[in-house]
């Protein structure tokens, strides 16, 4: 066999580049292969192959990342050289994670100490032991601003107004800001269950550190979140979150997972925990993305 060597480079985005694009022939298969964070793939393919090839796989990182695993059936996700049978159309992607520690600016307007009501951000009854739990959230000025609901200076303003706030931010370009020190409760998950705790009922505030993702959900979502005259005027492209955002949370999550021994089964919606009331993140959040420890 003619081995026609390729290079599947991924830069910085979670772009999904694949190597192949042409239909099935005959019993000639594709393998699609795609790369996740920045890193190649060196995949000695051809075009199309038959079916039955085995064929090799190597992930090489770029500097500054780390090969994490393969999705898709390759024979061993966990190793950077691995083969893929070729039994039916494949699509394999490599993972590699950053292996610099996520830069985690201040809040504007600095931590939160004391709110606006004048009552004390306090901490967690056993402090960082308390620790055992993420919740992920959605967070936009979308129903005062649809046209603009990103503003990050907002974001102090929105937490005032509902009587809120959560440990963390990331906004849609992956820059994290800090609003809540992690050995403190912040008021992010509000009433619920998890589990079957009895602990966690109407108090996981105690048990979690929460994370907000700017972003905004499907229509059906926000209707009666935004109100439906704020929600025609959101723009499409700012529903759902970005790549950049994907990146910045999987590094903070590492962080605090490694800080804290946090299993990934811990890391929850904010729906999850209230599936009556909270939609965040919601349908357009790709878990599938999140590559925690
Ligand atoms: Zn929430």
Redesign the pocket.
């Known amino acids: 066999m003619v081995r026609q060597k390729l290079i599947v480079i991924g830069i910085l985005t979670m772009n999904l580049l694949g190597l192949t694009g042409c239909l099935p022939q005959g019993d000639s298969l594709h393998l699609t292969v795609k790369v996740q964070g920045q890193g190649q793939v060196e995949a000695p393919i051809t075009q199309s192959l038959p079916r039955g090839t085995i064929v090799d796989l190597k992930a090489l990182p770029a500097q500054g990342w780390t090969f994490s695993h393969w999705e898709g059936s390759v024979t061993d996700p966990a190793s950077p050289d691995t083969t893929v049978l070729l039994d039916r159309q494949q699509t394999v992607t490599a993972i590699f994670v950053s292996k610099e520690k996520p830069q985690i600016h201040v809040a504007p307007g600095g931590l939160l100490s004391r709110r606006s009501d004048g009552s004390q951000v306090i901490k967690r009854n056993r402090g960082e032991a308390d620790i055992q739990y993420i919740?992920?959230?959605?967070?936009s000025d979308a129903a005062a601003n649809p046209g603009n609901p990103y503003e990050v200076e907002r974001v102090r303003e929105i937490f005032r107004e509902y009587a809120?706030e959560?440990h963390y931010l990331i906004d849609r370009e992956g820059r994290i800001y800090q609003f809540v020190e992690d050995d403190c409760i912040a008021r992010?998950?509000?009433v619920g269950t998890w589990n079957n705790e009895a602990k966690l009922t109407n108090a996981m505030n105690r048990y979690s550190i929460?994370i907000?993702l700017m972003g905004i959900g499907t229509r059906a979502e926000m209707k009666n979140v935004i109100g439906p005259m704020a929600n025609t005027l959101v723009n499409a492209t700012d529903r759902g979150y970005t790549d950049e955002q994907y990146l910045a949370l999987n590094a903070l999550l590492r962080r605090l997972q490694g800080l804290y021994k946090i299993p990934a089964e811990n890391i929850i919606?904010?729906?999850a925990y209230d599936p009556g009331r909270?939609w965040?993140?919601g349908d357009l959040f790709a878990w599938e993305k999140v590559h925690a420890n």
């Open positions: 919740m992920l959230h959605a967070i809120v959560a992010h998950a509000g929460g907000e919606s904010h729906r909270k965040d993140p």
